[in-house]
């Protein structure tokens, strides 16, 4: 025993080294293992000579012991173990928490494997030992019952099919009698112990808490222990929440609807909620209005359910709808607290009820309720004063998504009643709008108040949709054009508050088709967004989001900015400069879009379109130019280097955001730019030969370049030959670049066909000699990033070999230049995929689905290839399908076996008899496929039916696996 207490020691001690401490987690390990190093540590746990750490280790080999293999102990040892236990209750009063707990545990392991077979009394043997003048006898009690709804009752754990039946069984011999015995203790320690020992009290509502939902109602449910539970509610400080969910249990536990209705009506719960909350004082009564509120949510669901019940059996339900509007009418009540807390607990009945009427509101009164949901959601939506908006902590973030939950009521009680919906949230903006409005002349105005009448003025706008919303005679549309209406008047732009412009940007973003019939409220809203409050803001936050929403104004109001064009350049202009760090590259992008965006409006001249982007376009190349021409020969440091790099890979960025508004290479030769785009596309390919900080360069580049696919079209295929070649460094490329490589060659390859025929020759064979290498190479298997990018890599060249095919560019393949090393090439893909990547796997054999489609058909293609498909693409295939890493059940899996099965009919219609006779002679035997499967996938084969022959495969492979 010294040993195992040593070997305690180091392990908890940080002065021993890793390695001595592994070797003491070794020997505890086998002392738990071992045969008989339980009876030393039942010695030493029962030895006061030992520290708790030690005694507490001794408890983990029994309980560990008694879980695995009680069974394979005598008669006699199981007693020694019982008598332990039994014995050690008289002395829990000086254990710590930790052990009384773990004890519990192993009593309770000891419990599951004899209930009631071997020890019929164990409820008997452990109620003897509870005394009254020992109150800790009764919280070892209270533990065990815990651990027993733990590892019995509890339904939330998933059990195997045996540990279910023995679960029930021990349920069902509870139930015979021990649980009257538990009932009686329970009444006893609530009678007796709430102002003596509370925290044993509070044990004791939390066991009945658990076990109220199965045991019989009666023994909770009658004079006295109802009488306890609403004293201690109604009296007891300290108790009354647990009490609070005690009756929520017994409220949910299970029964027919009119039992459950009678139950609610004979407790009045109702009034005692509406009491006990009135009653709620200060701030230290939270966790009990949180506990009533939960009480009204489950009143109000189990009433919901009982409605429901009954009207589909054809009853009654008049009396459980009238206590369920009165459940309502008080959980409304509940949700106006000030406490976010308790308000989130009605959320559950709210949705229940707006669920119970989704086919519609008939009645008057349930509109009225809907209408006082509606508003208090609204109300619960508003900041706190002290909500602090530019440095958010853990309150700030659990109102945001509390605020999100009442969403979805706004947004059920607006489907479910439309009209009540429309004018509740139409009388709360104009009547919050006009008053606020007052209050800014009086400068009483708080930010939350208008923060709020924003957001439903947002909120609506998402709700409602249509092409005709503003302008027509509509509820919805006389809402929205009265809310955009009084939120646009300017008046409150004048209120410094981030929250508040924010959301006002939000607002204009969502509601932009307003503008379109009342375009005389632009200027203010321009204003907002170049104003301080805007681009301009101190904040930046608020500064990236006024860019980013800008952006997104302006496509949807492109038109109607024309006006104010000069306006918002001379704001923007100087934002887009280098120097200015006001602004983050991602902002000032967005601000070069935007740019581009209100500079080509169909409402401006092709002409006065070039004057506007023309200079601005050659403005960035010429600082491109200016840095590889003069400055970087210049540099002398690393740092001047890398500060270069930056500035150019800025240049050619916002280069890239500034052609977004030129969408076909028409747009671009209606305007004249084709030239300073080609211009640009010349200069920036340029810095991809300059050998510094090519991470930094070439990423802007290679956006750009692919930009320049959409804008100049097939102008750029000139400069392509020489782009490519300095961008593909076989022996250098890693995967990053191959990554950014392959998606180029494939947007030419969908773009332009056949007449990329020549460059997709030249680049074929370096850029697969590249690929494969890199994928050929050992990968560290801890290492997950490079795994990860290894079969990404592996996909999107599976995907370029696809793309090729799918455009009709097969000979691509075969030609002079490149096919002596297809063959090679297509060994190769085969011998580096992964079995275990259905999803790569699915991708390659599409691509050789593709090619024997293609070359079959024709009659054209690589010398040999039929041999090959037989020799390898079909063992492949096979093996794709039987490969212990395919998941039949896997939706990537059956994907996958769906090209097996198109290859092995596409194989068939070319070879015919000789093809199934390669299979059932050399390569069915070859793997010891049983003769049934392989009959049946012969006879699918010769089907023809793909779908059928898929099915088959997945069948095959579920039988090989079991």
């Known amino acids: 025993m010294d040993e195992f207490a040593e070997a305690v020691a180091v392990l908890l001690s940080s002065e021993y080294s890793e390695q001595a401490q592994a070797e003491a987690l070794q020997f505890l390990e086998e002392v738990k293992s071992s045969g008989d190093g339980w009876v030393t540590c039942a010695q030493g746990f029962c030895s006061s000579d030992y520290p708790i750490d030690v005694r507490y280790q001794c408890l983990v080999v029994l309980e560990h012991t008694v879980s695995r293999r009680y069974g394979s102990l005598d008669l006699d040892q199981q007693q020694s173990l019982k008598e332990l236990v039994l014995n050690w209750i008289d002395t829990a009063a000086t254990e710590p928490v930790s052990i009384r707990n773990k004890v519990a545990q192993l009593l309770v392991q000891m419990f599951v494997a004899e209930f009631p ?55 069902d011999s509870m139930r015979l009698g021990p649980n009257a015995k538990l009932a009686e203790v329970w009444d006893h320690c609530l009678q007796n112990m709430t102002n003596s020992s509370p925290e044993i009290a509070a044990s004791c509502l939390e066991v009945v808490a658990l076990y109220v939902a199965w045991i019989d109602i009666d023994l909770v449910v009658n004079e006295s222990s109802m009488s306890v539970l609403f004293d201690l509610c109604r009296s007891n400080n300290r108790l009354r929440a647990l009490s609070c969910t005690c009756l929520r249990a017994v409220v949910s536990k299970g029964m027919d609807p009119d039992s459950k209705t009678d139950l609610i009506q004979t407790l009045e719960l109702v009034p005692f909620i509406q009491e006990q909350f009135s009653g709620v004082e200060d701030d ?442 300095s961008m593909l460094d076989v022996d250098n490329c890693g995967y990053e670049d191959l990554m950014q490589f392959i998606p180029l060659v494939n947007q030419l390859v969908g773009k332009f066909k056949e007449k990329v025929t020549p460059l997709l020759n030249a680049v074929f064979m370096p850029l697969t000699r590249a690929t494969l290498g890199l994928l050929g190479s050992s990968v560290d298997p801890t290492d997950v990033c490079t795994l990860n990018d290894h079969s990404f890599l592996q996909r999107s060249y599976f995907e370029f070999l696809n793309g090729i095919l799918a455009n009709g560019l097969s000979r691509v393949l075969i030609s002079e230049q490149n096919a002596p090393d297809v063959p090679e090439v297509l060994l190769t893909v085969l011998q580096i995929s992964s079995f275990s990547d259905q999803k790569g796997q699915r991708i390659l054999l599409g691509m050789f689905k593709q090619l024997i489609a293609v070359w079959f058909a024709q009659g054209t293609g690589l010398d040999g290839f039929d041999d090959f498909v037989l020799s390898d693409v079909v063992p492949h295939s096979f093996q794709c399908v039987m490969h212990p890493d395919n998941d039949p059940e896997d939706a990537w899996s059956r994907l996958m076996v769906g090209e097996v099965a198109s290859i092995l009919v596409a194989a068939f219609r070319n070879s015919g008899p000789s093809f199934l006779a390669f299979l059932e002679t050399s390569y069915f035997p070859s793997v010891d496929l049983p003769p049934d499967a392989a009959e049946a996938v012969l006879e699918l084969v010769q089907g023809g039916n793909v779908k059928a022959l898929q099915q088959g495969l997945v069948e095959m492979a579920k039988a090989l696996r079991s």
């Open 117 to 171: 077979a071997t020890w019929p009394t164990f409820f008997d043997d452990v109620l003897s030992l509870m005394d009254s003048d020992v109150p800790i006898t009764f919280d070892f009690l209270f533990r065990v019952l815990k651990t027993i709804d733990e590892l019995v009752i509890d339904r939330v754990m998933n059990r195997t099919g045996d540990e279910i039946a023995r679960n029930t069984h021990i349920k």
């Open 284 to 725: 230290d009564e939270n966790e009990y209005s949180i506990a009533l509120a939960c009480l009204a949510n489950a009143l109000g669901i189990q009433l919901v359910a009982a409605v429901s019940d009954l009207t589909k059996a054809g009853g009654d339900p008049g009396r459980s709808l009238a206590v369920l509007h009165a459940v309502l009418d008080t959980a409304v009540g509940l949700m106006q607290s000030d406490w976010d807390d308790v308000s989130q607990e009605i959320l559950p009945l709210a949705q229940e009820y707006l669920h119970q009427h989704a086919s519609g509101i008939e009645d008057p009164a349930d509109e009225a309720r809907l209408a006082k949901l509606l508003e208090t959601a609204i109300t619960k939506m508003r900041y706190d004063n002290d909500f602090n908006y530019d440095d958010q902590g853990d309150e700030e973030v659990d109102f945001i998504q509390f605020r999100t939950n009442l969403k979805v009521i706004f947004d059920n009680v607006a489907y479910v009643a439309p009209e009540t919906f429309l004018r509740t949230c139409s009388s709360f903006v104009e009547d919050r709008l006009t008053d606020l409005a007052r209050k800014l002349e009086q400068q009483t105005l708080n930010f939350a108040d208008v923060e709020l009448a924003f957001h439903v003025i947002y909120l609506l706008g998402e709700t409602i949709t249509g092409p005709h919303v503003y302008g027509g005679d509509s509820a919805a549309s006389q809402t929205l054009t009265g809310a955009m209406l009084l939120a646009t008047e300017g008046s409150f732009q004048m209120l410094e508050s981030n929250a508040v412009n924010l959301k006002f940007f939000d607002i204009c973003v969502r509601l932009a088709t307003f503008f379109v019939s009342q375009p005389d409220r632009l200027p203010s809203v321009l204003g907002a967004f170049l104003g301080d409050g805007g681009l301009g803001s101190d904040s930046a936050h608020v500064r990236s989001r006024a860019c980013y929403n800008f952006l997104r104004f302006a496509r949807k109001c492109r038109q109607l900015l024309f006006p104010y064009l000069e306006e918002i350049l001379a704001v923007v202009q100087p934002l887009l400069d280098y120097d200015n760090r006001a602004l983050d590259l991602d902002d000032q992008k967005w601000i070069a879009e935007t740019v581009s965006q209100l500079a080509t409006s169909e409402s401006m001249s092709a002409t006065d379109q070039r004057m506007v982007l023309e200079p601005l376009l050659n403005g960035m190349v010429d600082k491109v130019t200016e840095i590889q021409e003069e400055h970087i020969p210049a540099a002398a440091t690393g740092e001047e280097l890398l500060e270069l790099a930056n500035a150019m890979s800025y240049f050619i960025s916002l280069t890239t955001s500034m052609s977004k508004g030129l969408a076909s290479p028409q747009k671009v030769a209606e305007t004249g730019l084709d030239e300073v785009l080609g211009r640009a596309l010349h200069v920036y390919l340029r810095s991809l030969q300059i050998p510094m900080h090519k991470d930094v360069v070439h990423q802007a580049v290679w956006v750009f370049l692919r930009r320049m696919i959409v804008c100049l079209g097939e102008n750029v295929l000139t400069l392509m030959p020489d782009a490519l070649g």
